[in-house]
């Protein structure tokens, strides 16, 4: 296996200056694995630093994550265990010291997922109406309402977003509460009485009384990237950011208290968009596409994939429908009906479909 090492210049020096030498020089060090290095969850990563022989470490602290994780008394490295690690890129730091200095030298390697994901199908068991004015971004069903919000496009919405609250049989608003006219509306959670809506860009976060949609408070959001879609298993909120990433959020005040990146067996899977957590797994839609993909919210893996395609075939839309900017977006789950609902943006339809083995 070949080898990489990344010597911050400061570490350098003060490797060269310990032996009397004022000048930045090659320490000849080096750290295994080779900086992105693939791996799949479960196979061992051998980490291990080498160096020449005239350099004489007193001791070796390996971090992870800039976490301390091992300490050796040389340079002989460690199996790393990957089998329930969280996946994505992770960073291996080697501390070297010897006579009261230390070198930092780092590596990175990417973790995926330890096999493909599942392949299912869906069965639509029902249709209903949709309003076509909606964009949809945020999709929640709970206790015989249908949650939505509304996102307004870019020239042709703005200032025409949307929270409601919809009658599922009819497709028509029982509440409908405008959005700001300077922001994009994203996705929604619900945590207990409340209901928490993201921006797109504007770094606000919004809080409603689930009930009446009264907005009781806003909060600067300054997680991820963007604000996409939320969920919530009720302990704590999800969030993705137009990445492959998953955020953590504190259910009461909204701070980041961890993450997961999302990846199947070969690769990172990014444009995670509206989020929906169904009996303690996260399913997903993926921007632009007609792929759900249904994610272990403990290490990112993606577990099964649903490729929709066929729920509204192209040659069954009307000539002038817009299918590039509205597409399949939003699912929402029936906890106690067992009913798994999906729709799209402005789409006529919302339909009711169950998930079943190929």
């Keep these: 296996m070949k080898k990489l090492a990344i010597l911050s ?33 479960g196979a061992p990563v051998d980490i291990k630093v080498n160096y020449p022989d005239e350099i004489k470490p007193d001791s070796v602290v390996y971090l992870l994550d800039s976490v301390r994780y091992t300490t050796a008394k040389d340079g002989s490295g460690f199996a790393l265990k990957t089998g329930s690690m969280k996946l994505g890129t992770r960073l291996i730091t080697a501390k070297i010291f010897q006579a009261g200095k230390s070198i930092d030298i780092s590596t990175s390697f990417s973790l995926y997922a330890a096999k493909a994901p599942e392949e299912l199908k869906f069965v639509v068991e029902k249709v209903f109406p949709h309003d076509t004015a909606s964009y949809t971004e945020g999709l929640i069903y709970q206790d015989g309402i249908l949650y939505e919000s509304d996102g307004g496009r870019a020239g042709e919405q703005t200032g025409r977003s949307s929270l409601r609250k919809v009658n599922l049989e009819t497709g028509k608003p029982i509440k409908e509460v405008p959005g700001d006219p300077k922001v994009f509306n994203e996705g929604i959670a619900i ?66 208290q ?101």
């Design 191 to 256: 945590v207990g009485d409340k209901l928490i809506m993201m921006t797109y860009t504007e770094r606000i976060g919004y809080v409603y009384n689930k009930n009446t949609l009264d907005l009781t408070k806003t909060f600067p959001n300054n997680v991820g990237v963007e604000g996409w879609g939320l969920c919530s298993d009720d302990k704590q909120i999800y969030m993705d950011d137009s990445t492959n990433r998953i955020w953590f959020l504190n259910k009461d005040n909204y701070a980041a």
């Design 258 to 358: 961890g993450y997961i990146d999302v990846c199947d067996d070969k690769s990172p899977k990014m444009q995670i968009n509206e989020l929906e957590m169904i009996d303690g797994k996260i399913y997903a839609n993926v921007y632009t596409t007609n792929d759900i993909l249904v994610i272990d919210p403990k290490t990112g893996a993606v577990l099964q994939h649903v490729d929709m395609t066929d729920l509204w075939p192209l040659k069954d839309r009307p000539a002038d429908f817009d299918s590039v900017d509205k597409v399949f977006n939003g699912i929402a789950w029936d906890a106690k009906g067992k009913r798994l609902f999906v729709t799209g943006k402005k789409w006529p339809h919302l339909y009711q479909i169950r998930l079943e083995k190929k």
């Design 9 to 41: 210049l400061s570490a350098i020096a003060l490797f060269a200056a310990s032996c009397g030498d004022n000048k930045v020089a090659d320490t000849g060090i080096t750290l295994t694995p080779e900086m992105g290095t693939t791996y799949n969850a």
